[in-house]
T-cell receptor, first 111, second 114 residues
Framework: RKEVEQDPGPFNVPEGATVAFNCTYS??????FFWYRQDCRKEPKLLMS???SGNEDGRFTAQLNRASQYISLLIRDSKLSDSATYLC????????????FGAGTTVTVRA | DTEVTQTPKHLVMGMTNKKSLKCEQH?????MYWYKQKAKKPPELMFV???????INESVPSRFSPECPNSSLLNLHLHALQPEDSALYLC?????????????FGSGTRLTVV
């Protein structure tokens, strides 16, 4: 079983729609969770860390469910510029410096 | 603008060439990383340097040789690469502050081996 699994999508949504997707992780001892955004042929950029109580940054909301071992990302009022691949990244707790990456969820927002 | 600077942005090299990738950060981060990313795949960890010492080598072939001259610089020396080594090579850095920290990635070097 992979350490981090994501629905690859693609999620094709119209502008203004809400889109949400999950990421599951296998190690219950995982400590830190992140969502990164990666545009085509660009580097990954940290979108947001995910905290136990859930957190929001503008139109983006991240949730953590430790009991079911998944994190989620919700994007409200989607913009064309939100089109990207969203990488779920987890610190599995085995080594502070080693993060596990999901394969990414592709989101395409259409006009 | 990224705070991790990688050079060159693009590199084409023959299988007998020797080249180096460079990475620089001035954020005071004490952990630096090399990742390799193939198209439509997530980044794969290659090396980790912590406080300028090699901390993790993910069984990378010896044709890739990392070097950390100081706390701000990270190099990746390349020699006798194969075409399948063509990929985006990403440098990243991080600092441990509390339980949550993330990487800052450089914009990468797109390497083509011919």
């Amino acid at each position: 079983r992979k350490e981090v699994e994501q629905d690859p999508g693609p999620f094709n949504v119209p502008e203004g729609a809400t889109v949400a997707f999950n990421c599951t992780y296998s190690n219950s001892a995982s400590q830190s969770f992140f969502w990164y955004r990666q545009d085509c042929r660009k580097e990954p950029k940290l979108l947001m860390s995910v905290y136990s109580s859930g957190n929001e940054d503008g139109r983006f909301t991240a949730q953590l469910n430790r009991a079911s071992q998944y994190i989620s990302l919700l994007i409200r009022d989607s913009k064309l510029s939100d089109s990207a691949t969203y990488l779920c990244v987890v610190n599995p707790g085995t080594n502070d410096y080693k993060l596990s990456f999901g394969a990414g969820t592709t989101v395409t927002v259409r006009a | 603008d990224t705070e991790v600077t990688q050079t060159p942005k693009h590199l084409v090299m023959g299988m007998t060439n020797k080249k180096s990738l460079k990475c620089e950060q001035h954020m005071g981060h004490r952990a630096m990383y090399w990742y390799k990313q193939k198209a439509k795949k997530p980044p794969e960890l290659m090396f980790v340097y912590s406080y300028e010492k090699l901390s993790i080598n993910e069984s990378v072939p010896s044709r890739f040789s990392p070097e950390c001259p100081n706390s701000s610089l990270l190099n990746l020396h390349l020699h006798a690469l194969q075409p399948e080594d063509s990929a985006l090579y990403l440098c990243a850095s991080s600092t441990r502050t509390g339980e949550n920290y993330g990487y800052t990635f450089g914009s990468g070097t797109r390497l083509t081996v011919v």
